[in-house]
């Protein structure tokens, strides 16, 4: 195992995400997360349990989901955790399809009479939403049913949380809070060596234990190897896809900004052409003694803008007499 560089696994990959929160003798890692994560939502949570993480639709034409983690605590309330590696156009439309499948589960009780159990939908995302790159200090999005005039809740039942890691980038001694550490953890893990001092709690020094790769059987390094692999793979994949779509913006770009350049250049020519043209027709116009074109000459050059003081030296007349004909 000497060629794996890094001592913990990586949370991004599939297999490290379940090591560390999807089995059942690191539940309370798990459980832990969603307190803090949940604190002013939940109060606290007691215990949780797993839930089988496929999903089938009601009829055959409907499509399945798996989810990467789902559970639920004591109270009978659901929570879908999805960990989402790279940017997926209808990512948000695909957590809200998430959230029909507990909610469809519930329908399924005898004498049922529409009452809900609360739904939470958790996203940690290792990528920023478009629409959210402007917004470089916030990195947690709580969704809820909300009534635009009142901006009140009208249905709290169900939720979801985006939480955009590339965004969360405070330093170990920045950390405030135990779901700072949490956070910081989970986008941090494998670039660590040892446990920070400030996390010496037994949670997070289990979690510690758990991620450490040395400890690993030979069959859970291989699972993490491949887990590994196709994180780095689809990871390459992505950066370069955008590397390549920023080349091809550059090259469009310069294409048009000279399409352009020259496009205000021809103009710019003509308009400077056609000045030194009426330039040089009124010196050529005097020259030749066309007197008579004289008054027309120098509306031509005031209608451009020549100021008077310039008609007057190219043409040899005073600038009373432009005046005048002005």
Known sequence: ???????????????????LFGEEPNKDLLLD???????EEQGQIISINYIKSEQLGDTSID????????CENE??????????????????????????FPIREQAQLANWDFELKAVYTIAILDFVFDEDKKDIDKFRYDV????????????NKLTFIYLEMPKFNKQIDELETRFDKWLYIIKNLSKLDRI???????IFEKLFRTAEIAKFTPKQVRSYENSLKYFRDLKNSFDTAEEDGFNKGVEKGLKIGIEEGIK?????????????GIKEGIKEGVKEGELKKTSEIVKNALLLGL????ISKLTGLSEDEINQLK
Do not use: C, H, W
């Not at 100021?307 to 310039?310: L, S």
């Open 1 to 19: 195992m000497e060629y794996f560089l890094e001592k913990y696994i990586n949370p991004f990959t599939d297999y490290g995400f379940k090591k």
């Open 33 to 39: 997360f969603l307190n803090e994560l949940l604190k």
């Open 63 to 70: 499509r399945k989901a798996i989810f990467d983690l789902y």
């Open 75 to 100: 109270r009978g309330e659901k929570f879908i955790v999805e960990l989402q590696k790279t940017k997926q156009k209808f990512f948000k439309d695909r957590t809200v399809y998430y959230s029909t």
């Open 144 to 155: 809820k049913l909300q009534d635009i005039d009142t901006n009140k809740t009208f249905y």
């Open 196 to 202: 920070p001092d400030s996390m010496r709690e037994a």
């Open 264 to 276: 205000e250049g021809i103009k710019e020519g003509i308009k400077e052409g056609i000045k030194e």
């Open 307 to 310: 100021e008077i003081a310039e």
